[in-house]
């Protein structure tokens, strides 16, 4: 089952997109379509159309049109900041063409802020006539535990995103960790022997709440996976300068990711 696993990569930048609306920047005003990101966002794709789409960003409908993703068989939340939500209302789409509700996973926290934000999703409201929300199913998601789905296994893998706890997920040997500043030495054991890990990787300059590349490379060298890649980037971030500066800090595999990046 796990031969047929692949992790397609639909948005790498950070919360505002790049390039940034009106910004003058010459990453911004690059023609370099790898400098190009929506907003951070993939799924595993474990064949047969059960596809595993990880948070739903803002660009989630164009991210669905230009990928491979045509079927949704669960959402899974690794926290709960805009830009990794507000895309929800587009997996109606999905509702309409797969004629079911999607289940969609989410932490405690988690499935607490969604039910603040996007009340209309989860209950009946009589004043909200048409518009037709999506049809979802909010499933606790344990963060200490192997979610099983039938076609396929993920573990979920606790991270510090600044001071809040928030998840990355590894299916068979391939992990995908966006939005994090730490990773705890618990699960830094569960990133171990893996083909590849997508981390996050803002930028040059520090930031309280994600790792820089710098930081994120020092990360990779310890738990050496054989191909890695970093995203969330920032508008400071040009592509092929950011992969010399990666290549001047390791002799390992690591690249920038980008929008479109198919790995399996
Ligand atoms: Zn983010
Ligand atoms: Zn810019
Ligand atoms: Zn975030």
Same mark, same amino acid.
């Given at each position: 089952?796990?031969?047929?696993?692949?992790?397609?990569?639909?948005?790498?930048?950070?919360?505002?997109?790049?390039?940034?609306?009106?910004?003058?920047?010459?990453?911004?005003?690059?023609?370099?379509?790898?400098?190009?990101?929506?907003?951070?966002?993939?799924?595993?794709?474990?064949?047969?159309?059960?596809?595993?789409?990880?948070?739903?960003?803002?660009?989630?409908?164009?991210?669905?049109?230009?990928?491979?993703?045509?079927?949704?068989?669960?959402?899974?939340?690794?926290?709960?900041?805009?830009?990794?939500?507000?895309?929800?209302?587009?997996?109606?789409?999905?509702?309409?063409?797969?004629?079911?509700?999607?289940?969609?996973?989410?932490?405690?926290?988690?499935?607490?802020?969604?039910?603040?934000?996007?009340?209309?999703?989860?209950?009946?409201?009589?004043?909200? !006539?048409?518009?037709? @929300?999506?049809?979802?199913?909010?499933? $606790? +998601?344990?963060?200490?535990? %192997?979610?099983?789905? =039938?076609?396929?296994?993920?573990?979920?893998?606790?991270?510090?995103?600044?001071?809040?706890?928030?998840?990355?997920?590894?299916?068979?040997?391939?992990?995908?960790?966006?939005?994090?500043?730490?990773?705890?030495?618990?699960?830094?054991?569960?990133?171990?022997?893996?083909?590849?890990?997508?981390?996050?990787?803002?930028?040059?300059?520090?930031?309280?709440?994600?790792?820089?590349?710098?930081?994120?490379?020092?990360?990779? !060298?310890?738990?050496? @996976?054989?191909?890695?890649?970093?995203? $969330? +980037?920032?508008?400071?971030? %040009?592509?092929?300068? =950011?992969?010399?500066?990666?290549?001047?800090?390791?002799?390992?595999?690591?690249?920038?990711?980008?929008?479109?990046?198919?790995?399996?």
């Amino acid at each position: 089952m796990t031969a047929k696993l692949k992790l397609e990569i639909l948005g790498t930048g950070t919360s505002t997109g790049v390039p940034i609306p009106s910004c003058p920047c010459r990453v911004c005003g690059s023609d370099n379509p790898k400098n190009k990101r929506l907003r951070a966002s993939a799924f595993f794709s474990f064949g047969d159309g059960n596809n595993v789409l990880i948070d739903t960003s803002p660009d989630l409908r164009q991210q669905a049109l230009r990928s491979s993703l045509d079927r949704i068989s669960a959402v899974l939340y690794t926290h709960t900041h805009a830009d990794h939500t507000f895309g929800i209302d587009d997996l109606r789409s999905f509702n309409f063409i797969q004629r079911e509700s999607i289940p969609v996973y989410a932490t405690e926290k988690s499935t607490e802020h969604l039910m603040k934000s996007f009340t209309y999703c989860f209950e009946t409201d009589p004043d909200y !006539e048409g518009g037709a @929300p999506p049809r979802l199913e909010l499933k $606790h +998601l344990d963060p200490k535990k %192997e979610l099983d789905l =039938g076609f396929g296994k993920i573990m979920p893998i606790p991270v510090l995103h600044g001071r809040m706890e928030v998840l990355g997920f590894r299916a068979g040997s391939i992990a995908y960790v966006t939005d994090c500043s730490d990773i705890p030495q618990k699960s830094m054991e569960l990133l171990k022997g893996l083909d590849v890990l997508v981390l996050d990787g803002l930028r040059v300059r520090p930031h309280p709440t994600h790792l820089t590349i710098a930081q994120a490379v020092e990360i990779l !060298e310890e738990l050496s @996976p054989k191909q890695a890649y970093i995203t $969330h +980037l920032s508008h400071e971030v %040009e592509h092929e300068e =950011g992969n010399a500066l990666i290549a001047s800090l390791s002799s390992r595999n690591i690249e920038l990711a980008y929008d479109g990046l198919v790995i399996d």
